[in-house]
């Protein structure tokens, strides 16, 4: 879907972020900004702001900004799309799509139509098997025996899927409607004339929900021996597995508060974990962990922890959760892995050992690049060229997929380390291999490891009183029956013990060799025995006067008009990507008169020097507040030093010129006096 900027502007100019931020935030007035505590971070003290002259919310704790759009999407979780959406319909827009033609419109709010219809059938289904919950003490007494209390039960809406082939008749008017059939909760057998039955039956039932709090699907579990263990819905027009995480709607709130998610591989790892003092764990939906998985959870979250059942299977899909990682973990992200003993899950393992071993594990979990080397050395003898080389063949894919950064870097002057190469020698023999494939992955479809590619709704369960079943409910939360009221209490009893010292259980071999112990490789060298060669990093550029001048004008963007024709030349004529971006911010003030920044940064999406506005107006450095007047100074002494810089090149090249070119001094003198004038104009402001 195309948005036209136009309408990004005027939706933008419309809105307040103040009242955006504040449906979310308790802001109060400060000076010319609200403030107010940061959603995604926790502290104590007020350090977010928002501007409501600048429509724009920056915090000075952990750098998150934007504007009432990147908001939404940020903190709701909303795509770019969606949160443009609600923001329209908050203030009586309709959203156009100037390149969708009206056939493709009407399809379009079909699907929309379609996909409400299915959630509300699914959320009605969901509220009949709550129901079913409270009558049966079968279903009751497996969540008990599991520790679950009725309070989390109501927060992830735990329900109970009846036996018989048609219980949902009950449910709906219609048995025979298609949406049934649609939304997965009833399975139409064509062999046997069409006949129709639950597709859920005697099973324990998780919804699955999606970032808005929208139901799009169901997890069940059995309570016996049957097979399959667990079952979920189809892939629906609402459901996807490969997109969605079970628990990510209840534990968005605790992600932030903790600082992590928690990656787990089942539903009732979830629930139990949410019991047991960590509501910031999610799962996958019996698939493995996807790149899109990974990149949902980075929305809101900067660090991310995989944890697995210490079995073969376990390390499998922390194997395949490395590849969904790669292509997202950059420098300023945390990306760990979590190995529990083999006969352990993280419910077993916290029951048996306390919840302060279980979180002493997450603070010792595997990095993302230890994994990496470790995935990469698997079978190979690192004592031999042979091993040391397939090896480098493994990792390879691996290192591929990481995005460029100091990271990537590092990781492999480790490689490079293990197979006894240069870091360069081993880049340019990858860069070769590389390139002798493209030819062939051009006709093969080939492309590699590394290719892998609303308004929110409230929070329903928190800071609400444990469910009221229809009898009494016991210390857990749960209704009273006579046969089982006894003995429960809600939590994890006696459990609850130290850690006995357990290995990690992050492998029972160790990771690589190298003439003795694996751990000798992750030391710090001898500085008489120093690293081999690594390549150039790129410098850290400081901030210029460009950089500044950028900023004050794009914060500012009336400024502008108070500028002169030399410093506008000056300004276009810089190199890319200032150059551009100055003739940019020319053209939207002679189309568009003064914009905020919220509004720039919207018409900025996908342009050339939408890189560049970005990284000078990031950062505690990009609040540009104080007395106008003395922004306005500021900026004339930028642009007055940067024409002196500017004529003191043209002089170096008329210097040239002079043996050959009389008028050539004379342009020099000319200059020289501007110069002069400019350097005392200067000096006053300085």
């Not at 979830?270 to 999610?282: E, I, K, M, R, S």
């Not at 990781?411 to 023999?429: H, P």
Request: proline share 6%; net charge negative; aromatic share 8%.
């Amino acid at each position: 879907m195309t948005i036209p900027q136009s309408f990004i502007q005027e939706l933008l100019a419309r809105v307040d972020v103040v009242d955006i931020v504040g449906r979310y935030v308790q802001l109060k007035k400060g000076g010319a900004n609200f403030m107010g505590l940061c959603p995604f971070h926790g502290e104590k003290s007020p350090s977010f702001s928002v501007s409501p002259a600048k429509q724009f919310y920056h915090c000075f704790g952990c750098g998150k900004n934007g504007n009432a759009i990147s908001f939404l999407m940020e903190h709701a979780g909303m795509g770019f799309v969606e949160a443009v959406q609600d923001l329209a319909q908050s203030v009586g827009l309709q959203v156009p799509d100037d390149d969708v033609s009206p056939q493709d419109k009407e399809r379009a709010a079909a699907a929309r139509q379609k996909q409400a219809t299915l959630t509300d059938v699914l959320e009605k289904a969901g509220d009949a098997y709550r129901r079913q919950l409270r009558e049966s003490q079968r279903a009751i007494a497996y969540f008990k025996g599991r520790g679950v209390s009725g309070t989390v039960a109501k927060r992830y809406g735990l329900g109970y899927a009846p036996e018989g082939w048609r219980s949902l008749a009950s449910v709906f008017p219609s048995y025979d409607d298609p949406l049934l059939e649609e939304s997965g909760l009833v399975i139409v057998n064509d062999e046997d004339g069409g006949k129709r039955y639950d597709r859920f039956r005697d099973r324990v039932m998780f919804p699955i929900r999606n970032v808005k709090g929208e139901c799009i699907g169901f997890g069940g579990r059995v309570l016996g021996d049957d097979k399959p263990k667990y079952l979920n819905s189809p892939e629906t027009p609402v459901f996807h597995k490969g997109r969605e995480l079970y628990g990510l709607f209840e534990a968005r709130t605790a992600i932030r508060e903790a600082g992590y998610a928690l990656v787990t591989e089942g539903y009732m790892d979830v629930v139990a974990l949410a019991q047991l003092g960590f509501p910031n764990a999610v799962a996958t939906l019996g698939t493995a962990c996807t790149p899109e998985h990974v990149q949902k959870l980075l929305r809101f979250t900067e660090s991310v922890v995989f944890s697995f059942d210490g079995d073969s299977a376990g390390r499998r899909a922390a194997r395949k959760a490395l590849d969904g990682a790669l292509p997202h973990a950059t420098d300023t992200r945390s990306i760990k892995f979590l190995f529990l003993p083999a006969e352990h899950d993280p419910d077993s393992f916290i029951r048996e050992h306390g919840t302060d071993a279980f979180a002493r594990r997450v603070t010792e979990a595997v990095p993302l690049s230890r994994f990496l080397v470790e995935a990469a050395s698997d079978g190979c003898d690192l004592a031999t060229a042979e091993g040391r080389a397939h090896m480098a063949s493994n990792a390879r894919p691996l290192w591929t997929a990481l995005p460029d950064g100091v990271l990537k870097r590092q990781v492999l002057g480790e490689l490079a380390d293990l197979t006894q190469l240069k870091a360069q020698d081993l880049a340019d023999l990858w860069g070769q291999t590389t390139a002798r494939e493209a030819p062939r992955s051009a006709h093969s479809g080939y492309t590699g490891a590394g290719s892998a590619p609303a308004r929110q709704a409230p929070a329903a369960y928190d800071n609400q009183e444990p469910p009221s079943w229809d009898s009494p409910p016991d210390a857990g939360g749960w209704p009273s029956h006579a046969e089982n009221s006894g003995g429960y209490d809600g939590g994890y009893g006696s459990g609850g013990g130290q850690s006995n010292g357990h290995s990690s259980g992050y492998g029972n071999k160790p990771a690589f060799r190298k003439g003795g112990d694996w751990k000798s490789n992750w030391k710090k060298r001898d500085k008489d025995s120093p690293w081999p060669p690594q390549p150039r990093l790129p410098r850290t550029p400081t901030a210029s006067r460009t950089d500044h001048a950028a900023r004050l004008l794009l914060s500012h963007m009336a400024f502008l008009e108070e500028l002169t024709h030399e410093d506008h030349a000056t300004l276009c004529a810089l190199p890319a990507p200032h150059g551009p971006l100055f003739g940019w911010l020319e053209v939207q003030f002679h189309e568009h008169g003064p914009l905020a920044w919220a509004v720039l940064r919207e018409s900025l999406r996908e342009h050339e020097c939408e890189a560049l506005a970005l990284k000078v107006m990031t950062g505690s450095h990009a609040q540009t507040e104080g007395d106008l007047q003395e922004l306005r100074m500021e900026l004339r002494d930028l642009l007055n030093r940067m024409q002196i810089e500017d004529i003191e090149e043209q002089q170096k090249l008329l210097m040239l010129q002079a043996a050959t070119d009389p008028t050539a001094l004379e342009r020099y003198r000319e200059l020289e006096q501007k110069r002069r004038v400019l350097l005392g104009v200067a000096a006053k402001a300085a």
